[in-house]
């Protein structure tokens, strides 16, 4: 069965600390890749994706990640965090199949960035 | 344009009750889904649609029904709502990119 696992389940950090947060998932096929994030009593926004090309993905407010193939990860990075980065971050994965267009959600990381 | 929209945006019911829960979204998106949220275990999937009048189970069906009678509409029915359902609800819509609502907080007690 696919997976989405992330490393990390609390992080607190520095304002202008460097993040990176892990992600990994299990299926051999193609996939699309997601980071999601969910600030404080909201809905999920979507940060960035991965559908194929350049592996390094560029999203809204600083954020970067990674696909690396041959690892099965997708992390997410930012230079540096401010204290408006608090909240809670998903990585998800597409795995196309003849299920429809379903999301494998990891667990979540919540990020806390101290002032 | 809304994108999605949910409601109500909180509930409290009693074990047994039941409810539906109504999402609703501007995109002509064919694929919408339900999803509950936990803590310490993301989002699961309940159920999901790829087109008007189809429906199909997700991760975590059990105790919830769902009915796509228009394309815009996608609704979560509890019948006989149990305290293991006290979630979060969250609808999205579309495909390669999935757009969510607001989300419904649900209480059973």
């Known amino acids: 069965a696919q997976s989405v696992s992330q490393h990390n389940h609390h992080v607190i950090l520095s304002e202008a600390a460097s993040l990176e947060l892990g992600c990994n998932y299990s299926?051999?096929?193609?996939?699309?890749l997601f980071w999601y994030v969910q600030y404080p009593g909201q809905h999920l926004q979507l940060l960035l994706k991965y559908f194929s090309g350049d592996p390094l993905v560029k999203g809204i407010k600083g954020f970067e990640a990674e696909f690396i193939k041959s690892k099965f990860s997708f992390n997410l990075r930012k230079p540096s965090v401010q204290w408006s980065d608090t909240a809670e971050y998903f990585c998800?994965?597409?795995?196309?199949?003849?299920?429809?267009?379903?999301?494998?959600f990891g667990q979540g990381t919540e990020l806390s960035v101290k002032p | 344009n809304a994108g999605v929209t949910q409601t109500p945006k909180f509930r409290v019911l009693k074990t047994g009750q039941s409810m539906t829960l109504l999402c609703a979204q501007d995109?002509?998106?064919?694929?919408m889904y339900w999803y509950r949220q936990d803590p310490g275990m993301g989002l699961r999937l309940i159920h999901y649609s790829v087109g008007e009048g189809t429906t199909a189970k997700g991760e975590v069906p059990d105790g919830y029904n769902v009915s796509r009678l228009k394309k815009q509409n996608f609704l979560l029915g509890l019948e006989s709502a149990a305290p293991s359902q006290t979630s979060v609800y969250f609808c999205?819509?579309?495909?390669?990119?999935?757009?969510f609502g607001p989300g419904t907080r649900l209480l059973v007690l």
């Open positions: 999205a819509s579309g495909q390669q990119t999935q757009y």
């Open positions: 998800a994965v597409n795995a196309f199949s003849n299920q429809g267009g379903k999301l494998i």
């Open positions: 299926y051999g096929g193609t996939v699309n």
């Open positions: 995109m002509n998106h064919e694929y």
